[in-house]
C-alpha cells in the first residue's frame, strides 16, 4: 500500500470509526446471529489477487457489525466496561504506526521509557506506594490482561518462596495458592499453567455481608496446608470482584500474608483505576503496607483501549529472576550495563507492542481532572440506579452497592419459596432483555442465588441511558409477572 | 474526545504515519540515545488538565522518535523483520474503533468466526493440512507471540500425556522437554513457568552441517529419560532457527515422537509463512503426518502488524481441555450448546483483541498473490546478498543459506588462530555499523563462533537497500583491517 492509499484508506477507516461510534445506537447491543452465520457469509477460500480496501469496508458493514456485540454502545451494561476513547484509539494507530518491537530497552529505548513514565503517572495518580515506582527496586509493567498478571505474580511468588529453584527443577512437592470463593476464575486457571494444579487453590469463605475474604479462615488455612507439608506461595486479594464488586480486608489479609512469609497480590482489574478520586482511596487501604505485586485494568474503566493492564511489583527481582533468559542474539551493550530495563523479563512472551502510547495519550487528553470526572460519572450513575432500585418494591438491592456495578435481584412473587423457579424467571428476564437489542446485561450466583449485574461507566453512557435500561427493565419484569399470572 | 475531534486528530494521525513511514530513511536505523534520555526529556508528574492532542503529536517528534529504533526501516536487517503494512494498520485501527472483547463468542460473535475463517485460509495458503482446520477436531487461533504458542503446545502436551492431572493435581514427578542447541529460548522460558523447570529441557545436538536436531539422539535421550522415570512431554522443532533459519527434519523427529507418544510441536515462527510459495513447501514435510501442533508468525515476514502468531494444532481437545474453566459470570446458552468456540480457551489470559481484522485485511489486499510475491522478493534479496558474500575473499558465508537470512563472517587474517580475537573484531565491526545509524544487524553464536545476521524481507527493503548496506559493511570491514594494521 503506497503512502497515498494508506493517507486515503486511513481517512476512510477514521470516518468509519467516526461514524461507527456517532450512531452507535441504531445497534443492537447484544449480536443477533447465530453460530456459524458469519463464517458462512465469508468467502470459503482466500483471494488470489489482492482486492481493494473498499471491500474490506463493505463486508465489515455487510457481514461484520451484524456479528458484533457493540461494547462501546452506551447502554452495554455487561460484564464490566471495556472503555475505548479517542486518544487510546489514536494511541494505539500510533504504536500500529511505528512498528517497534519493545522486547528490549535497545529495541527502542522509548517505547521502554515511556512505559516507565506513564506507569509511574499512574502509580501516583492512584496514590500507590512510592516502591512501586520503576525508578525503585520495585516497578511497574503493562500487561495484555489482569489473568497474565495474576500469573506472573504467583511466578514471582514460586521464585521467591524456593529461592530460585522452581524455575531450575520445576515444581516439586504440593504448593497452594488461596483465594476467596468471589475470586476470578483466572487464579485457577494460571494454577493449571503454573503446574500447581487446580486443586491446590484454596478456597477461603467470604464475610456473608461484605463478601470480602475471611482474614482468620485463611490464616487457618495457609497454617493447615504448612503442616501438612504443603508450600503456601500466594493470596490473591481482590479489590472489586467481578461479581459484585466486593473489596476483600487488603490489611486484615496482608497481616496474615506477612506472619506466613506468602506473596500477597492484588487484583484490583476493574476497581483500581477508581482510587484516581481521592474520595475512592479507601481501595487501596493495606496496599502500601502489606502488598507485593497489584495490577488494574486501564482497559475496562479508564478510557484506554483492551489491552492494558499494570502490573506493579515492590520488588521486581522475584518476578525478573522467574524469567530472564539472555540467549546469544538478545545479548547486547545496554542489558549488559544493567542500567536499562528490559520488559520481556516481565512478561510470558519475548515480543511486545508500544502499549504505553495510548495509555501515555489518555492521560494527557483527559489529565487528572477528566480521569475523575469519568469515574466519578460512573459512580454516580451507579448510585442513583441503586436508588431506583432499592426504592422499588419489585426489585432488591444487592448491598453493599460498591463503584459502578449495581446487582439486583426482581422479587418473584409467584415463585415464594422455590428459589430455583424464581432464578430461572430471573435469568429468562436477562434472556428477554438482551434479546430485545436494547440493553446488555449479565449475571452472576451470590450466595447461590441468580443476580443481574449492571455495569455502568462506559465511556459513551449518559445518565439518559441507565434510566431507559431501567425502565426496560421494569416494564419487562411486570409483563413477565404479569403474563405469568394469567396463565395460571 | 468528540466524533468531529476524532475525524480532525485521526487524520492528523494518519498522515503523520504516512509522513514519517515515507521519510523514514532519514532516520539513523538504530536509536542513538542514552538510556534515560527519553525519561529524562518527559514530565516527572502526569498532567492535572487534560491537553490537545497536538502536544502528543509534537512529543512524539520531539521525545520519541530519537528513541526509536525503525523495525520499519528498510535497512533494518536485524532479528527478523517485524512487517508492518498500510492494511495491517488500518485492520488494527478498525479493531481499536469497535473496541470488542472476543473471550467468548458470545461476546462478539464475528470477532471469533471471522478468526476461524482467516486461520483457515491462511492453514490453506501455506499447504497445511486439512485437520489443522477450525471445521475439524483440531484448529487454528491467533495468540500474541510464539513463545505464547510454545507455551501452550507444552500446556497441551502435559494434559494429554497425564490424562488432564496436571491440571487438577499440578506437576508431580519429573517431565521433560526437547530441544537442539539451536532451539529459541521460549521453550527455556514456558519450561519456567508451567513448572517444568529449565533443567528438564534436554538438549539434543545438531548435524554440525545443517544445525538441524539430530533424530538418532533425540530418541535416545528420550528413551533414557523415561527409563529413569521421567515423563517425557513435548519435542519442540523448528522451522527456521533463529540463529540461522536451519530447519529440523520435522518427518524423522516425528517418528521418533511417534514411538514414544510424545507431543510434537512446529516452531516455524519465521519461516512457516514462506510456504505460502509452493517451491518453499518443503518447509513443511512431516507436518501433515506427525505434528500436533504449529506456530508461525505473519508479525514477522507476512506483511501483518505484531501480535500476530498463529498456532493450529491437529486437536483441540488437550489444548482446551488443559485451560477451560467457566465460572458463573461466564456461563451462556452459545457456550452450553457446543456449537460454537470460545477462544479464552485456547490461550493463557481471558481478555482477547479481534486481530482477525488485520490479518483478513492483509490476505485481502495483498492476495496469495502479492503474499508470494512477497516472500520471493526477501529470498531473492538473500540470495543475491549470499553470493556477494561468498564471492567476496574477506568474508564468509555461513552455509547452508536459508530463505531471508543471511549469516556471514568477516575474515580476520591479523586474528588467524585466535578465535576470540576475530570474534571481538567482529562485534566491533557490528558496533561500528549499527552506530553510524546505516544499517542496523545483529549477531549470533554458531558452533562457538560469532556470526552477523542479515535479515531481509522487510516491507519497505528494495535491493538498492540491500546493496547499500553490504557495501558499508565491506568498506567499514576494510577501514577497521587497515588501520588495525598500521596501528601495529
Known amino acids: 500500500m503506497t503512502s497515498e492509499e494508506f ?48 471491500g474490506v469496508l463493505a463486508d465489515l458493514d455487510r457481514v461484520v457489525l451484524p456479528g458484533i456485540t457493540h461494547w462501546q454502545h452506551p447502554s452495554f451494561f455487561a460484564y464490566f466496561p471495556a472503555n475505548a476513547s479517542g486518544p487510546a484509539i489514536l494511541g494505539d494507530l500510533l504504536s500500529s504506526g511505528l512498528g517497534v518491537q519493545g522486547m528490549l530497552w535497545a529495541t527502542s529505548p522509548a517505547c521502554t521509557e515511556l512505559e516507565t513514565v506513564v506507569v509511574d503517572w499512574l502509580a501516583e495518580l492512584l496514590g500507590l506506594p512510592e516502591h512501586f515506582r520503576t525508578d525503585t527496586a520495585g516497578g511497574g509493567v503493562i500487561q495484555d490482561s489482569a489473568s497474565s498478571a495474576t500469573l506472573l505474580a504467583i511466578l514471582a511468588g514460586l521464585h521467591r518462596v524456593s529461592g530460585g529453584e522452581v524455575a531450575n527443577g ?31 487453590v484454596r478456597t477461603v469463605g467470604v464475610d456473608e455481608k461484605t463478601l470480602g475474604m475471611d482474614p482468620a479462615e485463611l490464616d487457618r488455612a495457609i497454617a493447615e496446608d504448612r503442616a501438612a507439608g504443603a508450600v503456601p506461595v500466594m493470596v490473591c486479594a481482590t479489590v472489586g470482584t467481578t461479581s459484585t464488586a466486593a473489596v476483600d480486608p487488603v490489611r486484615a489479609i496482608g497481616e496474615v500474608c506477612r506472619r506466613h512469609g506468602v506473596w500477597l497480590h492484588v487484583d484490583a482489574a476493574y476497581a483500581g483505576v477508581a482510587a484516581v478520586c481521592p474520595e475512592l482511596r479507601w481501595l487501596n487501604d493495606g496496599v502500601p503496607e502489606y502488598v ?12 484506554t483501549n483492551f489491552d492494558c493492564t499494570v502490573l506493579w511489583v515492590a520488588d521486581r527481582a522475584p518476578l525478573t529472576g522467574a524469567l530472564a533468559i539472555t540467549p546469544e542474539f538478545l545479548r547486547n551493550a545496554a542489558t549488559a550495563s544493567g542500567a536499562v530495563v528490559d520488559y520481556r523479563d516481565w512478561q510470558i512472551s519475548l515480543g511486545r507492542r508500544f502499549r504505553a502510547l495510548k495509555l501515555w495519550a489518555v492521560l494527557r487528553w483527559y489529565g487528572a481532572e477528566g480521569l475523575r470526572e469519568h469515574i466519578r460519572t460512573g459512580v454516580a450513575q ?10 422499588d418494591p419489585d426489585f432488591e438491592l444487592h448491598e453493599p452497592q460498591h463503584l459502578g456495578l449495581v446487582c439486583l435481584r426482581p422479587r418473584w412473587p409467584d415463585h415464594n419459596g422455590d428459589r430455583g423457579a424464581a432464578d430461572d424467571a430471573t435469568l429468562r428476564l436477562m434472556e428477554h432483555l438482551n434479546a430485545s437489542g436494547a440493553l446488555y446485561l449479565t449475571h452472576t450466583k451470590v450466595s447461590g442465588r441468580v443476580v443481574l449485574r449492571m455495569a455502568l461507566g462506559g465511556t459513551g ?10 425502565e426496560t427493565i421494569r416494564d419487562t419484569y411486570r409483563n413477565m409477572a404479569r403474563s405469568k399470572k394469567s396463565a395460571r
Do not use: C
Open 382 to 391: 451507579a448510585t442513583e440506579l441503586a436508588r431506583w432500585v432499592a426504592e
Open 170 to 200: 520445576g515444581i516439586t512437592g504440593r504448593h497452594t495458592l488461596y483465594v476467596s470463593t468471589q475470586t476470578h476464575s483466572a487464579v485457577a486457571k494460571a494454577a493449571r499453567i503454573v503446574g500447581v494444579g487446580a486443586e491446590n
Open 461 to 470: 453512557t449518559e445518565q439518559r441511558h441507565v434510566r431507559a435500561a431501567w
Open 7 to 54: 493517507r486515503r484508506h486511513g481517512r476512510q477507516v477514521v470516518d468509519w470509526i467516526a461514524d461507527y461510534l456517532a450512531g452507535i445506537e441504531a445497534h443492537p447491543v447484544r449480536s443477533q446471529v447465530q453460530p456459524g452465520a458469519v463464517r458462512a457469509a465469508l468467502p470459503a477460500h482466500p483471494p488470489e489477487r489482492g482486492e481493494g480496501f473498499d
Open 292 to 303: 507485593d505485586s497489584y495490577a488494574t485494568n486501564p482497559h475496562k474503566w479508564l478510557l
